[in-house]
């Protein structure tokens, strides 16, 4: 008897009770790569799998640079005492955090839900968080039951991360679903500054659910912009309608939030939408020697010697591709390096350059754009490969030489950029005049950067969440990177606002967009806190030439595979390829 509460303490890891609610978290998750369809069943023994933890990525706990499918499984034993609620409500709920890139989930060899696509037919959801509901008659109560998933990762990270994976009982909140129903896909509004927003109320209750609605707004800056409240009621197991309306409302993005309150039960949703983002006015603030400090720059990388180096990595070869490690000297002939991707047949092709996020890493493997087109992936100073000269570290990457413009990190860092175009360019193999470069967060800007300050030589640029813009409004509307200044300027009093501002005027991408001459395709999150798209439309509405966004509504800081397509969509056409 004592062995087995033992065994179930530890299968559960831990039960917490609250009232009626109960959260199971499961402990002993089990893993293992590769894909076969028996993993699904929960007769299954995986004794044999590895150990993982579904809080962190499958990279990080033995398995780098695995991409491909992967399956997850844990044993969690139900208690018999939530079995009441569970019939009551009609299941549990499981939550799974999120997972790069897509999933299809089981309990006891059930699919209770999916997110994103298997290939053939693959679409990533990475920034996603799962929830999936257990109807009752699949649980085995007071038994060991069977979690499974499934996970395909296309590239990069892979797996669950993030958390919390845990089963929870449901109750009143989980009998209501709020939401928008806009007629705009992408919760972007235009024309008229009065506006409706319409919302739908779906109960599950059996009987008529009465409660009352409030509509809260906000600027992206955090002002209130407007308070709405109505009364509403909707028919057991139905879906109710109503509108709010809001006037006078101003370009610019809005975060509200939707309350509804009885006794019956209670529930939130907060969402965003933005109102003719284009014509948001955020003047470029470029110093009287902005040119001139840009020009200089590009003169002192002219004298640094290249010395081009390419080193074939035969273990990621294929037959149709030969992979690089390519090595350059840059900016204060500093040693940067990058990963090259080539077609094995002779010819001239277009390339695609990849430039990282804040902090990252490219590797070889983000850098395949198909058989048809050159990737390279470059590291600018203090990332990945290229921290042999420079390595400020993280955080303070960003500070790193503020009070001097000319040894500013970012200096270095664009001049990376034209730097890895110089390489391009050189090669015989790759068509000059079809050059695209393309990078999310830090990406976005380096993006912004290297299509500025290399004007006549890029064809094609994509940011994606661009970093690096309006300053002084960033600050305002995020609290990342904003308060690694305050501590710098108001704790350490090491330099004034008005030192740092100057010198982040001369590397503000809005300050540089008027240079872009290439056709731009540029992606937003409107639920985007790291980035939010206020900064990145300030520096895309000083762009001047052939260009158009696509905002996702429910994406963050990353967006849905469905960027990637049309990123490439329009990469492709620009090219001049079906």
């Given at each position: ?494 330099l004034t606002w008005d030192q740092a501002w100057y010198t982040l005027s001369y590397f503000d991408v809005k ?68």
């Amino acid at each position: 008897m004592i062995k087995r509460l033992y065994s179930v303490a530890v299968l559960c890891l831990l039960i917490f009770i609250s009232g009626r609610a109960q959260t199971i978290v499961p402990a002993e998750w089990k893993f293992i790569t590769g894909d076969k369809p028996e993993y699904a069943d929960s007769a299954m023994n995986e004794y044999w799998w590895n150990d993982i933890s579904p809080l962190k990525l499958w990279e990080e706990q033995g398995f780098a640079g695995y991409d491909g499918f992967a399956w997850y499984r844990v044993k969690v034993v139900v208690p018999s005492s939530m079995k009441k609620n569970v019939l009551k409500y009609d299941g549990l709920i499981l939550t799974l955090g999120r997972i790069d890139d897509s999933d299809v989930t089981y309990f006891n060899g059930h699919e209770v839900g999916s997110t994103g696509q298997m290939p053939p037919d693959y679409s990533g959801a990475y920034d996603v968080p799962r929830s999936y509901r257990i109807p009752p008659e699949i649980i085995q109560w007071g038994r060991k039951n069977t979690i499974a998933v499934r996970v395909y990762d296309a590239g990069g990270g892979g797996g669950l991360y993030g958390g919390p994976a845990e089963l929870t009982n449901r109750g009143n909140t989980d009998l209501l679903v709020l939401s928008t129903a806009f007629t705009e896909q992408d919760m972007i509004l235009s024309g008229s500054p009065d506006v409706e927003i319409p919302v739908t109320i779906k109960s599950e209750f059996r009987r008529k659910y009465r409660g009352a609605l409030t509509l809260t707004v906000f600027t992206d800056f955090g002002e209130e912009f407007a308070t709405r409240y109505q009364e509403v009621a909707v028919k057991k197991n139905s879906t109710g309608q109503c509108v709010f309306k809001v006037k006078d409302l101003k370009p610019g993005f809005y975060k509200a939030t939707l309350s509804l309150d009885s006794k019956m039960g209670n529930k939130k949703h907060a969402f965003n939408f933005g109102y003719e983002p284009e014509k948001i006015v955020s003047p470029a603030d470029q110093q009287p020697d902005f040119a001139d400090f840009w020009q200089r720059a590009k003169e002192e990388l002219a004298a640094v010697d290249p010395q081009f180096r390419m080193i074939r990595i035969d273990s990621l070869c294929t037959e149709k591709h030969n992979i690089y490690l390519v090595e350059m000297r840059s900016l204060g002939n500093t040693l940067i390096r990058g990963w090259y991707r080539v077609p094995v047949s002779p010819g001239r092709y277009p390339a695609i350059m990849q430039v990282p996020g804040y902090s990252s890493t490219i590797v070889p493997s983000y850098v395949n754009y198909g058989d048809d087109i050159i990737g390279f992936g470059l590291n600018i100073r203090g990332h990945g490969n290229s921290t042999d000269d420079v390595n400020p570290g993280f955080p303070g990457y960003i500070l790193s030489n503020l009070g001097e413009k000319e040894k500013y990190i970012y200096r270095g860092a664009y001049m990376d950029c034209v730097r890895a175009v110089d390489f391009l360019c050189s090669r015989p193999e790759v068509d000059a005049s079809r050059i695209a470069v393309e990078g999310a967060s830090q990406g976005g800007a380096l993006t912004f950067a290297t299509a500025a300050l290399n004007n006549d030589r890029i064809a094609v640029c994509a940011p994606q969440v661009p970093f690096l813009s309006d300053f002084r409004d960033y600050f305002r509307v995020a609290t990342w990177p904003g308060n690694e200044f305050v501590d710098l300027i108001e704790k350490e009093k090491k330099l004034t606002w008005d030192q740092a501002w100057y010198t982040l005027s001369y590397f503000d991408v809005k300050n540089l967009a008027h240079l872009i001459k290439a056709p731009m395709i540029m992606g937003a999150g409107l639920m985007d806190e790291v980035c939010p798209p206020h900064i990145n439309f300030a520096a895309y509405n000083l762009v001047t030439s052939e260009k158009k966004y696509i905002v996702y509504p429910q994406a963050g800081h990353g967006l849905p595979e469905d960027f990637y397509r049309a990123k490439m969509d329009w990469i492709r056409s620009k090219f001049g390829m079906k």
